[in-house]
């Protein structure tokens, strides 16, 4: 039997409960774990697959020749190539997962660079105020109305001219979908501080004598950042489609330099009306999935950030625990007519019953 104490006791969860991945899948409920479940699987998949693309690939992204000589245009799949050769004689199944690798290179730096722009002006400008903070408003506002594609081929253009080699590639596609994104997380960590330099404690600190930047990196930089998890998993996804865009349209990687689904999804145009279907549909598949599996697991955080889903948690375990507690000193309630079940029932007593007692 379990006693009062112990059921008045905290239970302390265990470390690798509290890991942020775990804590999430445990805090999340039914359906919503599943989507959680199945987007952590696919993400990660994407993951494991970029960083061991190099040992997976049987031919290099550029290659076009083994021993046996060239590999041919628009050989259907099978024998050594799995999914088939492009138009321009590459081999898709290394072609696909090379651009794994290309992808993650400019997801990491551009979310990077956008979130440290970002979180840097929005501190400044939510804690001044002022003719600065009207100013960067005004700014992020007029660079957030403009089409993220539009905008992402105009920055292409500047800095290398649309094409270029891998780094100089990366690196465009990533500032060009940093520009984009830089105003989202600057309305946000903006509006967070704005609400934040006004709780108790920051005044608290102010009155103690806090400098200005001990007061924004030490109270209001800790809890202004806490969403900042889920903008970067839903910025993850919108970076894939921008750059596949940028390469669908022209304005992508040399495809000697790097593998590029969007550019490959551009040349297989003309294959499509062939009947030569496996040229884009590998390439556009994986799009699809791993845009797929970021935007479940961003979409499945952001639902458990909400208290609401938290609250309704709390109520169900709350009541499991009330039916299991007793409530009658000495043990848990299991008499009465009929047992609980009677008492849920309310069944009366019969007359046979009557008659023994009397």
Excluded: C
């Amino acid at each position: 039997m379990t006693s009062t104490s112990d059921l008045a006791a905290p239970h302390k969860p265990s470390l690798f409960s509290r890991l942020p991945i775990v804590h999430q899948v445990r805090q999340s409920v039914g359906l919503q774990r599943g989507m959680l479940v199945a987007g952590l699987i696919i993400t990660g998949l994407f993951i494991l697959t970029a960083i061991f693309a190099p040992l997976l690939a049987p031919y290099g992204f550029s290659q076009l020749r083994d021993e046996g000589g060239r590999f041919g245009s628009q050989q259907p799949p099978g024998g050594a190539h799995i999914f088939g050769t492009t138009v321009g004689g590459y081999d898709v199944f290394s072609r696909v997962l090379w651009g794994s690798q290309t992808a993650i290179f400019v997801i990491v730096v551009a979310v990077v660079l956008s979130i440290f722009i970002g979180v840097v002006l929005g501190l400044f400008s939510g804690y001044f105020g002022g003719w600065l903070d009207r100013m960067l408003v005004v700014i992020a506002d007029a660079v957030y109305a403009f089409p993220t594609l539009l905008l992402a081929i105009v920055m292409a253009i500047v800095i290398s001219g649309g094409r270029s080699s891998l780094v100089g590639g990366v690196m465009a596609a990533a500032i060009s979908i940093t520009v984009v994104f830089i105003p989202q997380y600057f309305r946000v960590i903006r509006a967070e501080t704005v609400r934040i330099k006004a709780e108790a404690y920051v005044e608290s600190a102010r009155v103690l004598g806090a400098s200005n930047g001990r007061i924004m990196f030490r109270h209001v930089f800790r809890n202004a950042t806490r969403t900042l998890p889920l903008i970067f998993t839903l910025n993850a996804s919108e970076a894939i489609l921008t750059l596949a865009g940028l390469g669908f349209v022209g304005f992508g990687i040399e495809p000697s330099s790097a593998a590029e689904w969007g550019y490959d999804l551009n040349k297989a145009l003309s294959d499509i009306t062939s009947g030569i279907w496996w040229t884009s549909l590998f390439p556009g598949l994986a799009i699809v999935l791993v845009v797929l599996g970021i935007t479940l697991v961003g979409e499945s955080l952001n639902d458990l950030a909400d208290p609401r889903l938290r609250g309704r948690r709390r109520v169900a375990q709350a009541s499991g625990l009330v039916a299991e507690t007793s409530v009658v000193p000495g043990g848990t309630l299991v008499a009465g007519p009929g047992g609980l079940d009677g008492l849920e029932r309310r069944e009366k007593p019969t007359s046979e019953g009557l008659e023994a007692t009397s």
